[in-house]
């Protein structure tokens, strides 16, 4: 490692980034490698999401710096920006900050205009589209030579070279509220207060979504619930809306459902964006697999699911989830996705037809009344208090290092790496005084202390 690469390695680990738009991967981990390719995820292909698309609006200096840094950190001669052709606005804002070489200190930096497919954003389909290149099945982009990091994790990154660690949250809220805004919020805070800055639920009966439509959670207690690092937007939906009921379905019931109405007309695996691109997953055979006893070892291939929910939300004639069967498998597998055999990795000829459009997933999911720009919000008012989680990343849970009644300022490490563990610390996104300490979060309240 170079010198330059190891300090920017610990300074993105100071500043405890993660991946912003996924599981939390932590990011020095990545960063502490070769490549050839940058590649920014600015896809922002989960319907209704488009905090992404507006930090590249608004901050699409800061983006730019973080992808230098990092194209010098890997060693990357060349960089790209994964973008939607349908974002002019946003694109022409890029361009014009691309053509400045004093910002880009003559950089290979250009921009992928992407078809509006879902899921675009899904990294390894991404790194297909923009490359050419297929990431092993159960591997990462590093594997074929490609960082991918999002937009909110490449703005984190120059935040943390200048020594500033990660306070702050970009999240769009949409759905069934007064005023669907996009904001950005100490990580921490908690939704509700979130929820008023965007006038409130305008009916009673919704459930929350911590995340998009098709990949997001959602909330069993969105009271007691906090934004966190990787909270790219909150939706609100009717508790009878089909994607939340599909997101509470009991699995048990699906398992028994799944026996009896599974017709292996294989649309789902015909139309999943990993088995395109040559890796092994059949989610017919698995869900063949359940009438069957024993464990049966085409199961394995559970591991390999992106749980895009492509076969569920728009695939199954019969109304049924591979995704959830293949989530459930995977809690029970012991082995790692590396370890599934059976690739055959070759883009499927159909690829091209076989994309989703958003537009009209969206018509699917019957959500295109809540497809509307949302307004921006500048200077929102703080939370009294905030929740940071400690484990709401890849790899170990933080280790609290503060305790009740301790003073804390604003960017002060509350939770650290445990030692040799994959993880990321957590700071404080306000000055206040730690009311509560356990082992999912630290509570916070502000609070005007002299320090
Ligand atoms: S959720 Fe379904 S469509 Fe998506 S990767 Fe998994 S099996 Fe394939
Ligand atoms: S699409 Fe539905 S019915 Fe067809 S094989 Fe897959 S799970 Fe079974």
Redesign the pocket.
């Given at each position: 490692m170079t010198q330059s690469q190891h300090l920017l390695v610990e300074k993105i680990r100071a500043a405890g980034v993660v991946g912003a738009g996924g599981a939390g991967f932590p990011t020095h981990v990545k960063m502490n490698a070769k490549a050839d390719t940058v590649l920014i995820n600015g896809a922002s292909c989960e319907p209704l999401l488009c905090a992404d698309i507006h930090l590249m609006e608004t901050c699409g200096q800061d983006i730019i710096k973080g992808l230098g840094l990092v194209m010098d950190a890997v060693g990357a001669p060349g960089a790209m920006i994964g973008i939607k052709a349908k974002h002019e606005h946003t694109l022409a804002i890029l361009e014009k900050l691309l053509a400045d070489p004093i910002l880009t200190e003559k950089r290979r930096i250009s921009i992928f205009k992407m078809k509006d497919f879902y899921?675009g954003g899904d990294e390894h389909v991404l790194v297909n589209e923009a490359t050419g290149r297929i990431v092993p099945q159960g591997g990462i982009p590093l594997e074929v030579g490609v960082v991918v990091s999002n937009a909110e994790s490449m703005f984190n990154i120059a935040k943390a070279w200048d020594g500033k660690p990660v306070t702050h949250r970009t999240l769009n809220v949409a759905g069934e509220v007064v005023r669907p805004i996009v904001v950005r919020v100490p990580v921490g805070t908690p939704v509700s207060h979130v929820l008023k800055l965007a006038g409130g639920m305008k009916r009673p009966d919704c459930r929350v979504i911590d995340g998009g439509p098709m990949m997001g959670r959602v909330l069993d207690n969105p009271t007691a619930a906090y934004v966190s690092k990787t909270t790219s937007g909150l939706i609100v939906l009717p508790r009878e809306h089909n994607v939340i009921q599909g997101k509470i379905a009991d699995i048990e019931r699906l398992m028994r459902v799944t026996r009896l109405a599974c017709c292996q007309c294989s649309l789902?695996t015909d139309?999943?964006?990993?088995?395109q691109l040559g890796h092994n997953?059949q989610?017919h055979l698995i869900m063949r697999s359940l009438a069957l006893p024993g464990d049966h070892p085409v199961r394995e291939q559970a591991l390999?699911?992106?749980?895009?929910?492509?076969?569920?939300k728009w695939?199954c004639p019969m109304g049924l989830s591979?995704?959830e069967v293949?989530r459930a498998i995977k809690q029970q597998l012991k082995i790692r996705p590396s370890e599934v055999g059976g690739a055959n990795l070759a883009r499927h000829p159909y690829t091209d037809f076989r994309r989703v459009p958003v537009k009209r997933l969206l018509g699917r999911l019957d959500l295109l009344q809540y497809d509307v720009h949302p307004a921006p919000m500048a200077d929102p008012a703080d939370p009294d208090q905030v929740g940071l989680y400690l484990g709401r990343h890849i790899g170990a849970p933080a280790k609290p290092v503060v305790a009740k009644g301790e003073v804390v300022t604003l960017g002060q490490v509350v939770g650290e790496i445990p030692e040799k563990a994959l993880g990321a610390r957590v700071h404080s996104s306000v000055q206040g005084r730690v009311i509560a300490v356990d082992s999912e979060k630290i509570l916070v309240k502000k609070e005007k202390v002299n320090v």
């Open positions: 899921p789902c139309l999943c964006p990993r088995n997953l989610p390999l699911c992106s749980e895009c929910g492509i076969c569920e695939a591979p995704r293949n």
